[in-house]
């Protein structure tokens, strides 16, 4: 039953921005951390940010100043902001938590940089 569906992604050019939205459902979401991935081609798939229970927040030192993650625990949705976006920001990108030892993972969304 738990399910986590990303959307927002697409293209766009080197400086703008976009904004990333995970729709959880299927759990406690309120309890538990939620965390963005992505994935290049080609490349291992990386932490991007996560945020805590509390609303607490770590981010990946190439993101740092950029990127900003959110919780709506009203909505049960994870944002991302993407703001400065660049060539190497394009992969696609994972929402994830995970309960009870198990991970689970959304279905992705492309973000493509490029201009």
């Known amino acids: 039953q738990v399910q986590l569906v990303e959307s927002g992604g697409g293209l766009v050019q080197p400086g703008g921005s976009l904004r990333l939205s995970c729709a959880a459902s299927?759990?406690?979401?309120?309890?538990?951390?939620l965390s963005w991935y992505r994935q290049a081609p080609g490349k291992q798939r990386e932490l991007v940010a996560s945020?805590?229970?509390?609303?607490?927040?770590d981010y990946d030192d190439s993101v740092k100043g950029r990127f900003t993650i959110s919780r709506d625990n009203a909505k049960n949705t994870v944002l991302l902001e993407m703001n400065s976006l660049k060539p190497e920001d394009t992969a696609v990108y994972y929402c994830?938590?995970?309960?009870?030892?198990?991970?689970?993972w959304g279905q992705g969304t492309q973000v493509t940089v490029s201009s």
């Open positions: 299927g759990f406690t979401f309120s309890v538990y951390t």
């Open positions: 945020i805590n229970r509390d609303s607490s927040t």
């Open positions: 994830r938590t995970k309960i009870s030892w198990r991970v689970y």
